[in-house]
């Protein structure tokens, strides 16, 4: 079946533009997840999704990130007036749902540069 | 304090021999779970092995296994009769029930295999 499906797979960008990415989880995935990787580094967890729940976004790292997700589906991310920092691949998960033997299946990431 | 700890940056291993990757964790929620993903140098991020905090045995999947070691806290990885396709990055990573489904990775060690 269908893996989690992320949009675009590069975006190059010019420092202060904003830019929105895309995640498609696995159908019938409850569970949502949104992760920074910056080069040579481990995945810094950002933002997750769990049904109809309010979503943890205690790992936004400023308030120029964003994300939402729509009819329990497809999620946007968000990042405002970007900063070359902000430069790294950010990959999404997905998971049936939030119990702890649940793995979460990622996307090939969208790998954002900020020039 | 670093809840994921994994100390070596690199590894070689002979082909056909097996290698233990290191991993230590820190946490006092008693329920949590423990997970590798691999990371090839194409950037998919592939689940290989999971440990809950209250299994009994440790956890194999064909050529891994996880080395867990609850006292100590430590789950080390095991890959047996590695093989050319082993060479990728490696990350240990565990979701603490009481802090919902984020994944927190350690920052990976890299496994080179030698023919």
């Known amino acids: 079946g269908a893996g989690v499906s992320q949009s675009p797979s590069n975006k190059v960008t010019e420092k202060g533009k904003d830019v929105e990415l895309r995640c498609d989880p696995i159908s019938g995935h409850t569970a949502l997840y949104w992760y920074r990787q910056s080069l040579g580094q481990g995945l810094e967890f950002l933002i997750y999704?769990?049904?109809?729940?309010?979503?943890?976004k205690s790992g936004l790292p400023s308030d120029r990130f964003s994300a939402e997700r729509t009819g329990g589906s497809v999620s946007t991310l968000t990042i405002q007036r970007t900063q070359q920092e902000d430069s790294a691949v950010y990959l999404c998960?997905?998971?049936?749902?939030?119990?702890?033997?649940?793995?979460?299946?990622f996307g090939d990431g969208t790998r954002l540069s900020i020039l | 304090a670093q809840k994921i700890t994994q100390t070596q940056p690199g590894m070689f291993v002979q082909e056909k021999e097996a290698v233990t990757l290191d991993c230590t964790y820190d946490t006092s929620d008693p329920s949590y779970g423990l997970f590798w993903y691999k990371q090839p140098s194409s950037g998919e991020m592939i689940f290989l092995i999971y440990q809950g905090s209250y299994d009994q045995q440790n956890a194999t999947e064909g050529r891994y296994s996880l080395n867990f070691q609850k006292a100590r806290k430590s789950a080390n990885l095991v890959i047996s009769a590695s093989q050319l396709g082993d060479s990728a990055m490696y990350f240990c990573?565990?979701?603490?029930?009481?802090?919902?489904?984020?994944?927190?990775f350690g920052q990976g060690t890299e496994l080179s295999v030698k023919p």
């Open positions: 999704f769990q049904g109809n729940s309010a979503p943890d």
């Open positions: 998960a997905s998971s049936e749902g939030q119990v702890n033997n649940q793995p979460q299946h």
């Open positions: 990573a565990m979701r603490e029930n009481n802090q919902g489904g984020k994944l927190i």
